[in-house]
């Protein structure tokens, strides 16, 4: 069964491999579904990104607070990036 995660934007629960994955590295959001530690989801949405952000939510979720990049947007709004690489 593939595991269901909850979009830090607008709570909705969805299957994992649709949500873009962030982990906290050195204080900085990084985009990466194998990156260890704690992770933070968002939907394929900027919507949800702003949201998360505006909400510091990822600080909530990572449990410290993390910088977020704006050129993070660009997962968002690029669309050779809307499947993640890894
Ligand atoms: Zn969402």
Redesign the pocket.
Known sequence: MTPTRS??????R?PQPE?FRFAAVNGVLTPGRALPGRGVY??P?L??FE??RTRRAFNRVLKQTVQVPPALRRLYTDPSHATSPE
Not at 7 to 12: F, L, S, T, W, Y
């Open positions: 979009c830090a934007g607008c709570g909705r969805r949500l968002t939907c949405r919507q949800c949201r998360a």
